[in-house]
């Protein structure tokens, strides 16, 4: 493996950080998918080498660093480009809500129906990363 397969981005805080996840993303995403399968059937099985990990701070749930700078108000609720380079050869991509708290969607079609750029599935994930769901599905089960 090579030393700049392994190397993470340098990350500075700015707007440039995030980008829109397109069909151009998903296309560039099932090419290194392919390329790696590639890879895997001409690679020799018995040498291990160390596989990658999730960055630990951009885990689902967390809040997104402050070393990652601002998010533009429009890109706020909507899909993006991973930050996470574990992530660059996986069908996902990750959305931020206001308060900057990471959610991560497969981009297959959901229920076999719904591709990653359908407009039900956009409204469904802002609705899911909306932090207003949250208290009120905590203040209805706290009164049941």
Do not use: W
């Amino acid at each position: 493996m090579k030393m700049d397969d392994r190397c993470y981005p340098v990350i500075f805080p700015d707007e440039r950080n995030f980008r829109p996840f397109t069909s151009d993303t998903l296309a560039t995403i099932e090419k290194g998918i392919a390329i790696q399968k590639e890879k895997k059937k001409c690679k020799d099985q018995t040498t291990l080498e160390p596989q990658p990990r999730p960055q630990l701070d951009l885990k689902v749930s967390r809040k997104l660093p402050k070393l990652y700078g601002d998010i533009p108000h429009e890109l706020i609720a909507r899909p993006l480009e991973d930050l996470d380079p574990f992530y660059r050869n996986h069908k996902t991509f990750m959305v931020l809500n206001k308060k900057r708290t990471i959610y991560r969607f497969s981009a297959k079609r959901a229920l076999f129906i719904f591709g990653p750029f359908n407009p039900i599935r956009s409204l469904a994930i802002k609705i899911s990363v909306h932090s207003y769901l949250f208290i009120a599905s905590f203040t209805k089960s706290r009164s049941c």
